[in-house]
Structures are given as C-alpha cells and as structure tokens.
C-alpha cells in the first residue's frame, strides 16, 4: 500500500512569490475556503500561486476538492472565504457581469465534463467563445478553424458532437478553451477519456500553451501528466500538499485504494 503523500503542507501557507515581484503569481487563490451543505468540503484555507508560462497538476482522490478550486479560479464558483487576485487585480465578490468579462477575456476552461453545444458543429462551438467578445464573421470562422488545426481536428469542423469520439469531443473543448489566448487555462481532467497516445497529445498541446505564456492548471488523475508538469500538488480533504514525486507517482500507478480510509 502506497504512503499517503502529505508532506510540506502548503495550505494557508503564502507562496513566497505572493508578495509579488519577479516571478509573481499570475492567478492566486490566498486563504480560500469552500463548504458545500451537509459537511461536504471544498477547499480548507488554500493557498496557490500560479506563475505565466507554468504548467501545475492538482492530483489527490475522488471528492478531495480539485474541481472546487478550479471553478473558484476560474471565477465559476464564489469561495465562502479568501481572496482570488488575478494580474494584480482582486477578482472575487466581483459583480456577475464583471465576473464573466474577466472570465470570457482571461481565462479558459475545459470543463470535467466537455461542455460543448450539442446542436452546433466543432467549428460553431469554438466561435461561441469568440461571439462572447464581440468577434464574428471570417474572422472567428478563421481564428476557430486555426485552433481545430492545433488540436488535429480541421477535418471534423463541421461535425456534431454527437459524431465525434470522446477524444475528440475533448479536443474541440480544448480548442475553444484556447481560441482567444488566454492567460490562464484551466483544464478538468482533460485526459481522463482519452487513450494514451490522445492523452499524450493533449499534455503537449498543454504544454506548449504554457511555453506559449499561459499559466496551465489542470485536475488529474493522470500519471503521465506528472511527467509534463512543473508543480504537482496533491489534495486531500480541500486542503493542498506538495508531495513528494517519488511518493505521488508511486500513490498514482498503485492507484486510489491504497487512500481509502486513509
Ligand atoms: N455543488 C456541490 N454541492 C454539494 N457538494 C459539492 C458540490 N460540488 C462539490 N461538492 C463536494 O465537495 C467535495 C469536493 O468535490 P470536487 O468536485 O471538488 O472533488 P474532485 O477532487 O474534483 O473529485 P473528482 O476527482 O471525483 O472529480 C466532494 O465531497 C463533493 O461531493
Ligand atoms: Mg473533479
């Protein structure tokens, strides 16, 4: 049975870079908390910097709290307590329409579970994030198209979801999460449908988004994603740790059992 990695607790801790300067985060979550009814839990004073041009894995077991703190930087889910600081400017408790300007401005965001329109084609799906900022005609039909290339899917732009595979489903997600260049991009187990060599696709694709400029946070239970990522931590119970690697790979290819009760 794997140890539970739970080393060097980063929770309610500040990052050095916090206090800005050269390497300043990007997006922060500082001292964020999260309930949800009935004892369920979010996120438990955390804490987390995310530097441009970095690529950072949240791992830890079903339920520990991952998608919580991806919809809270993304500004999809308001924390009960704490702050969220984006390029120098607080970004929680902002009003619904400031919220969604910085979102569909700023940030992207493949969601758990692909989000795609059903009645509209790759192509459309992906111009739905350009329409959001005013961007139509040729030229979003262009800048859509140039995206469903980088994902290898410029073949299949004028197909449903409905006739795509599951690999590519997540891909046309990734295309329009990445159409507008945004500075953060938060990606919810983007690998979890996919075969191994579209799995490894993807990763790439994430990591040059992040090469690119971005700051990449994604939501894995991936072990590949560990090979590809500058930061790994690790969640339990909505707090957040930075384990080791040996021990994260090793809880990762041994899989969750050995968690359970831990
Ligand atoms: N909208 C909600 N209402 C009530 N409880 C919620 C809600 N969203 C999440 N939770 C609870 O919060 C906890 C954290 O959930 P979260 O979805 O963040 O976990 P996760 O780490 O992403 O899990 P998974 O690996 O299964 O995707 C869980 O106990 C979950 O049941
Ligand atoms: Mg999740």
């Given amino acids: 049975m794997p140890a539970v990695p739970d080393e060097s607790i980063v929770s309610g801790a500040l990052p050095a870079e916090a206090v800005g300067g050269p390497g300043a985060p990007l997006v922060e979550l500082r001292h964020v908390s999260k309930r949800f009814g009935q004892g369920a839990v979010g996120a438990v004073d955390v804490s987390l910097g995310f530097q441009a041009g970095r690529m950072v894995a949240l791992f830890g077991p079903s339920g520990s709290g991952k998608t919580t703190v991806l919809h809270m930087l993304g500004l999809l889910l308001p924390p009960d307590e704490g702050e969220i600081w984006l390029d120098g400017r607080r970004v929680d408790g902002l009003a619904e329409r400031a919220s969604a300007a910085v979102r569909r401005q700023s940030l992207g965001f493949v969601f758990q579970s692909f989000g795609l329109v059903p009645l509209l084609t790759a192509e459309e799906n992906v111009m739905v994030a350009l329409r959001l900022l005013n961007i139509g005609g040729d030229r979003a039909r262009e800048k859509a198209r140039a995206a469903l ?108 059992g050995g968690l359970a009760g831990a």
């Fill in 149 to 256: 290339e980088i994902v290898d899917l410029g073949r299949r732009a004028g197909h449903r979801p409905a006739e795509m595979s599951g690999g590519e489903q997540q891909r046309v997600a990734l295309a329009r999460a990445l159409v507008h260049s945004p500075k953060v991009l938060m990606a919810d187990e983007p690998t979890g449908e996919l075969d191994t060599a579209t799995g490894a696709y993807v990763l790439d694709l994430l990591r040059r988004t992040a090469r690119n400029g971005a700051a990449v946070v994604l939501a894995t239970h991936d072990p590949a994603a560990l090979e590809v990522v500058d930061t790994a931590y690790f969640m339990r119970d909505g707090t957040v740790h930075e384990p080791d690697r040996a021990e994260l790979e090793l809880w990762l290819t041994e899989g969750e």
